[in-house]
């Protein structure tokens, strides 16, 4: 039975492994390393969340804010699992931790060929934005 809690440094290693067979998900286009996934946890840590089934990791959400806005990173369902709602449910865990911060807009990233998330968030009633490109600069 799939259970629903809190993200730890401890899950690290598992989530890593799933974020590794998930498409999309460019995991070297950031520090997504123990200490770059703690620092998320740390700053956030009521908006970080995983689902396990018999203690292994099925499902992941890393949520963060600036305050104003908030954001989604590493959503990620095993195939296996997919279809039946715990991504929905992880999704909804963060919102609702937005909404006590009083965070007025939530934003998130997918792949531009990953189409597969994009019908996906648009299902959960996402909206593409066609007014603005993202720029990133690595520091």
């Not at 018999?54 to 590493?74: C, M, N, P, S, W």
């Not at 279809?83 to 965070?103: D, E, N, P, T, Y």
């Amino acid at each position: 039975m799939v259970q629903f809690r809190k993200m730890v440094i401890g899950d690290y290693d598992q989530a890593y492994e799933l974020w590794e067979k998930t498409p999309g998900m460019h995991l070297q286009s950031l520090d997504n390393t123990r200490a770059g996934i703690k620092r998320v946890i740390d700053r956030n840590p009521d908006l970080c969340f995983v689902a396990e089934d018999d203690e292994q990791i099925v499902a992941t959400i890393l949520g963060a804010t600036d305050g104003r806005k908030g954001y989604f990173y590493h959503v990620a369902v095993a195939k296996k699992y997919r279809q039946q709602h715990i991504g929905g449910h992880l999704i909804s865990q963060v919102l609702a931790g937005f909404k006590r911060q009083k965070v007025e807009k939530v934003g998130l990233f997918t792949v531009i060929n990953n189409t597969d998330a994009q019908k996906f968030w648009q299902h959960l009633g996402f909206k593409e934005r066609p007014d603005i490109k993202y720029f990133d600069q690595d520091l």
